[in-house]
């Protein structure tokens, strides 16, 4: 029977210690997408814009609780100039805003007041991130979380009798409710980002541990290498009909 086009393989299992069940997607975790910030990404506009260097950050980072503002705000107070280009501006009007009942980052000049543009000194890309590495710290414990996590996304559910099913899976411009739509460029579903040396589970083990806890990474590890080790599995769907010499071998 022919595989449908869009096709994933999951594994599955119940976690011993709570009232839950653990799905995660194998295609995607064994896929070797990577994160190609300028390095080919080419945002997320309705048409391509590669020279503004704004990845995923152009219309600012959707915070997930209180906690999540608080680790942000208190690692922005930290930042020094040299690190952060609109420093200044997230002094004096705060660096988050409220849309509704959500919070998100403030933007500045068009995009995330945290994201550095072409021309400052030190490059683009986001200062929180690039403060952490400069300080010997997980960008984990400084950035938003949805900014750590993508492309990787937890989803948990409950039944109506109390039991949770925690989804492990990759982020798709469905996520992004009607503006994804609009996203000329979306890099789970291009063949460029899937380049990189290690598998996701490999690559971003860290962000996997911070999301399931590091006995269920163990578990999942195990059983994702024990797949690696076989002769075949299921590829990402966005590599499925690449030429073999395009797409990096594992």
Sequence with gaps: MKTPRDAHEWMSFDDKQEDRTWLFDVTFLLSNWQCIYGAGCQGVY????PELAEGCCTYGAHFVD???VRRVENAAMLLTSAQWQFKSAGK?????????KETTTRLAE?????????????????????AALETGVSPLRLKP???????????????????VTSTITEWRRRHWGEAGDEFHWW??????????????YESLSDELVELVGKDVFKRVKRYLDDRRGQS???????????????VATL
């Design 66 to 68: 209180a906690e999540d």
């Design 110 to 130: 068009g995009a995330c007041i945290f994201l550095n543009r072409p021309g400052f000194e030190g490059g683009p890309g986001c200062a929180l991130h690039r």
């Design 46 to 49: 309705t048409e391509a814009a």
């Design 187 to 200: 890099c789970t579903e291009e063949p460029a980002a899937f380049v990189g040396a290690a598998p996701v």
């Design 92 to 100: 004096k009007h705060g660096v988050t805003k409220r849309v509704g």
């Design 232 to 246: 075949t599995w299921l590829p990402h769907p966005t590599v499925r009909k690449v030429p073999t010499e395009k």
């Design 145 to 163: 979380d949805v900014c750590w996590q993508l492309p990787l996304r937890r989803e948990d559910s409950v039944d109506d009798k109390g039991h």
